[in-house]
């Protein structure tokens, strides 16, 4: 166990609809990372954030986003579902910057 | 070309057998990471290395910044090891750009 939760662990929906997916790190950790894995792409990073700010984005749609709240969890908001959006989504957190990250056991979304 | 490959893809191996895996990168990074993914889906961070070489029990990981390329070691492997293995390296500081994966089965 990691210390990292994520909820929720399986999620279905259909296409255009909208979603929230939520991440608590560990405590203490103030960095926030979110990640997309789908089977034809593999793992890519998708946005960082660090004690409520936005830190670094990757490959992030325009219909996704994040925040990170004061208490340090984050939601990652996925809208406009697609059938490629089907993939397991993880979290990891870090202490700080640059450091060991700790996944959370990530969010199976099928889009339907 | 992926700005990180791996090798071998998939690799099987006896009980016992001492393993290695490769990961090579083009890019500039400020560190290399070792991830394992159990057949559940789980991501553990294994090893964050920016020089030189790190133990932790029976794994073994190691980076040679100059030629940009890390092994992973696995001795005395165990079928409990089975798992995917995948490196990836921290690029402009916190964006982790990931290989394609190492599928490691050990068979007893």
């Known amino acids: 166990d990691s210390g990292v939760t994520q909820t929720p662990k399986h999620l279905i929906t259909a296409t255009g609809q909208r979603v929230t997916l939520r991440c608590s790190p560990r405590?203490?950790?103030?960095?926030v990372y979110w990640y997309q894995q789908s089977l034809d792409q593999g793992l890519q990073f998708l946005i960082q954030?660090?004690?409520?700010?936005?830190?670094a984005k990757g490959n992030i749609l325009e219909r996704f986003s994040a925040q990170q709240f004061p208490d340090l969890h984050s939601e990652l908001n996925l809208s406009s579902l697609e059938l490629g959006d089907s993939a397991l989504y993880f979290c990891?957190?870090?202490?700080?910057?640059?450091?060991?990250?700790?996944f959370g056991p990530g969010t199976r979304l099928l889009v339907l | 070309k992926n700005e990180v490959e791996q090798s071998p893809q998939n690799l099987t191996a006896q009980e016992g057998e001492f393993i290695t895996i490769n990961c090579s990168y083009s890019?500039?990074?400020?560190?290399l990471h070792w991830l394992q993914q159990h057949p559940g889906g789980g991501i553990v961070s294994l090893f964050m290395?920016?020089?030189g070489k790190k133990k932790h029990g029976r794994l073994i990981a190691t980076i040679n910044i100059q030629e940009k390329h890390s092994s992973l070691h696995i001795t005395a492997s165990h079928p409990r090891d089975s798992a995917v293995y995948i490196c990836?390296?921290?690029?402009?500081?916190?964006?982790?750009?990931f290989g394609a994966g190492t599928i490691l089965r050990v068979k007893s």
């Open positions: 405590s203490g950790d103030l960095s």
């Open positions: 890019v500039g990074i400020s560190a």
């Open positions: 290395l920016s020089s």
């Open positions: 990891a957190s870090s202490v700080r910057d640059k450091e060991t990250q700790y």
């Open positions: 990836a390296a921290s690029k402009e500081g916190n964006k982790l750009v």
């Open positions: 954030y660090y004690n409520g700010e936005e830190r």
